[in-house]
């Protein structure tokens, strides 16, 4: 699985943005991609598994590009 896209921000490092979500289903299965605090983070699984990093907060355009190989998220 590949999650990417482009993102720009310059908007305050308070701000919580979501930038990808497909909700969760009733098992707690589903991905989330939000900027918050200068932090990109991308959870799965209801929060169990998430990976950040930090993230400029420069007004210019990123390109960011996320795999996964494991066959659960």
Not at 36 to 53: C, K
């Amino acid at each position: 699985m590949t999650i990417e896209f482009w993102i720009k921000s310059n908007l305050k490092n308070t701000v919580n943005q979501t930038i990808f979500s497909t909700g969760y289903d009733m098992q707690g299965q589903g991905i989330n991609v939000n900027l918050n605090a200068g932090r990109l983070t991308f959870s799965f699984n209801n929060f169990n598994h998430q990976i950040a990093i930090d993230y400029p907060n420069d007004s210019l355009w990123h390109h960011v590009a996320y795999t996964n190989k494991e066959k659960n998220y």
